[in-house]
Structures are given as structure tokens and as C-alpha cells.
């Protein structure tokens, strides 16, 4: 309920009115039946305009830190993250990342929409980087179309450490989806997980005309200090 609320009363038509979304490639989106939304990662933002222009429900999931801050804005964001269905994820790896990705594949089965950051966390420097197989995974054993989409200057918007977007036209860019079924029944398989994987980074790199760098961002990230928010 808080959902729809946030999305149609609260919160979307303030953002529609001052951020004005405008959308390229809408129609590549399916109206119904089970589909994944593959994005690029550009920004904290990238959660609050996808999902307010896709008429549907999406479900991300989204690091567990977000879930656990202190204080005020802990809680805001934490009420924020909840109340939108976004779905906690340990990004160490292992059987914690395993569950968020069991429960998306639990949301596509029943027919739903899936977002996902096959990067893993937002870029960096506003460059492409190497996606993680998670997105494949869901795709191999849903059989769900993949369509990606890219945040084309969400970057500009709201950088990495700021605390409070600038007004400017947001821009997004839907392809056509991807079908994957010619790999039913090799979920699992290493080599062909990851040739899913860079079909899809190769998608987003040409819809969004970004630098491809075939490394992962979080590789990047953790030799860079941390950006105090302005």
C-alpha cells in the first residue's frame, strides 16, 4: 500500500512535476508477465525515477546498509526502502546475496517486475563496468525476458555524495527486451552465465553510449576515499 501511496499521492507527482521524466523507448516494456529490468547504476536517484515511471510494480534489491543506518535519516531511509518493497541484500556474497535473489526469482514466477544493477553498486565515475551474473542467473531460471534500461544523466543530477538532487530534466532509455531462452535448462553454468551477463552490459553500453571498463566498479570504489555528502 505504502507503494502505490508514495509512488501516485506523496511522493510521484511532486517529482514528475519538478524533474519532468522523459522516456525513450517506453514501448519496449511488456504490459504484463514476468520481466527483469536490467540498469545501469549511475546514482542513489536511479530507485526513485525507475520505478515511478514504469506503471507496474518493480522490485530492486538494494544493499543491506540501507536497512540499518542510525538516527533520523536511518530511519528515513530505511521506512523509504521498506515501504517501496525493496528487498535487503548482504553484497559480501554468498548464501545472504543467494536469498534477495531467490525472493526476485520468487517475484517473477508470480508474474512480477524485477529491477536489478547487474553492476553490483553505482558507478564510480559514470562509466559502464563489468556486470555480475546475479541478473543472469534470474533470467536462466525464470525464463523472463531481460530488458535493459539506462539512466542516461542521473549522474549530473544527483552525483555520488550528494545529499540533494539538482533540478534538471531526468532521461531514461528503454531497449528491446532480451530472450535468453536459447540457454533453458544451463542455469548454473559459469560459462554461459557470464556470456548472458556481458550480452546484457553490452546492451546497456550501446543504449547509453557510456565507456565499457570489463573490471567490476566495487573494485574501483574501494580504492577511492569516501565522498563526504555536500
Keep these: 500500500m505504502l507503494y502505490w501511496l508514495m509512488k501516485y499521492v506523496i511522493l510521484g507527482p511532486w517529482l514528475r512535476l519538478i524533474f519532468r521524466p522523459h522516456v525513450e523507448g517506453f ?7 514476468p520481466v527483469i529490468l536490467a540498469s545501469n547504476h549511475l546514482s542513489f536517484s536511479d530507485s526513485i525515477f525507475l520505478p515511478l515511471i514504469v506503471p507496474r510494480k518493480v522490485t530492486f534489491v538494494a544493499k543491506a ?18 515501504g517501496t518493497g525493496t528487498l535487503p541484500i548482504d553484497r559480501s556474497g554468498g548464501r545472504a546475496a543467494q536469498a534477495a535473489l531467490d525472493a526476485q526469482l520468487a517475484i517473477l514466477r508470480a508474474g512480477g517486475v524485477a529491477g536489478i544493477y547487474p553492476e553490483g553498486t553505482r558507478s564510480p ?4 563496468y563489468r556486470g555480475k551474473t546475479g541478473v543472469a542467473r534470474l533470467a536462466l531460471e525464470s ?21 540533494l538532487p539538482k533540478v534538471a530534466q531526468v532521461k531514461i532509455r528503454f531497449g528491446a527486451p532480451l530472450d535468453f531462452s536459447r540457454y533453458a535448462g544451463l542455469a548454473g553454468d559459469r560459462f554461459v552465465e557470464r556470456a548472458v551477463t556481458d550480452e546484457i552490459m553490452y546492451e546497456l553500453m550501446e543504449l547509453s553510449g557510456r565507456e565499457y571498463v570489463d573490471i567490476y566498479a566495487q573494485k574501483i570504489k574501494n580504492q577511492q576515499p569516501t565522498p563526504v555528502p555536500a
Excluded at 565515475?125 to 559502464?128: A, E, K
Aim: net charge positive; aromatic share 10%; no cysteine.
Design 27 to 33: 514501448a519496449h516494456l511488456p504490459a504484463t508477465g
Design 143 to 163: 525464463g523472463a525476458p531481460v530488458v535493459p534500461v539506462v539512466m542516461l544523466n542521473l549522474d549530473e543530477i544527483q552525483p555520488p555524495g550528494k545529499l
Design 65 to 82: 546498509e540501507y536497512f540499518t543506518g542510525k538516527g533520523i535519516k536511518g530511519w528515513l531511509t530505511r521506512l523509504f526502502f521498506v
Design 125 to 128: 565515475d559514470g562509466r559502464l
